[in-house]
């Protein structure tokens, strides 16, 4: 069963680092997405992405993060400068059609020292 | 802004006790209720999408209902394997195709 991927599968940086995370989406979906989990704390909606533009991102999106689609076949996930509270788990989703189920990725564990 | 209510935030029951965990829910017009399996440490996994009220949905030993306010994820007879927590979302119908996420029921099968 088709299934996306993540890396890496933990991450550990310096405050104000950059970090790219990648995601290897279902290859027949069109509609790619970003979530975070902080520790103890509910999935939270980053970003969503499709036909090579952000269609939607949530307040935590700031300028800090962007996404990207830079072969067709993996999407990214950038932070330009870490903070502390960046330390999260980072999921990436994908979906064949707008209202269609996201199957998410394991996930990448950052934590941002 | 939508809201997601999941109740009870933990649940411990023996092997074969069956129960059932709630997800109340307030959106601007619901697109679809979708329940999730995550296992620590791991992504969230695809259950369940609702789509209207009355409808429901089953698989294995979990059932999925859905009314105008809330949906149920009813367990029956329970294995250690269910551990896990549940989670609900929901997406509306304002455009945006996000998931809206409740903070879980963390489920406990004990032998």
């Known amino acids: 069963e088709p299934e996306v991927t993540q890396t890496p599968s933990h991450q550990v940086t310096q405050m104000g680092q950059e970090v790219i995370l990648r995601c290897v989406p279902i290859?027949?979906?069109?509609?790619f997405y970003w979530y975070r989990q902080i520790l103890g704390q509910k999935v939270e909606f980053l970003v969503s992405?499709?036909?090579?533009?952000?269609?939607?991102k949530s307040e935590i999106f700031d300028d800090q993060f962007s996404v990207e689609r830079p072969d067709g076949s993996n999407f990214t996930l950038k932070i330009r400068s870490t903070k502390l509270e960046d330390s999260a788990m980072y999921f990436c989703?994908?979906?064949?059609?707008?209202?269609?189920?996201?199957?998410f990725g394991p996930g990448t564990r950052l934590t941002v020292l | 802004e939508d809201q997601v209510t999941q109740s009870p935030e933990a649940l411990r029951l023996q092997e074969g006790e069956s129960s059932s965990l709630n997800c109340s829910y307030t959106?601007?017009?619901?697109?679809?209720l979708f329940w999730y399996r995550q296992d620590p440490g791991k992504g969230p996994e695809f259950l369940f999408t609702?789509?209207?009220a009355g409808e429901e949905k089953e698989k294995e030993r979990l059932k999925a209902t859905l009314t105008k306010k809330e949906s149920f994820l009813h367990i029956t007879a329970p294995k250690p394997e269910d551990s896990a927590t549940y989670l609900c979302a929901v997406q509306d119908q304002t455009g945006a195709n996000n998931l809206f996420f409740g903070t879980g029921t963390r489920l406990t099968v004990i032998p």
């Open positions: 992405f499709y036909n090579n533009e952000i269609s939607e």
């Open positions: 989703a994908t979906g064949l059609g707008l209202t269609d189920t996201q199957y």
């Open positions: 290859s027949n979906h069109l509609y």
């Open positions: 959106v601007s017009g619901l697109r679809g």
């Open positions: 609702l789509y209207s």
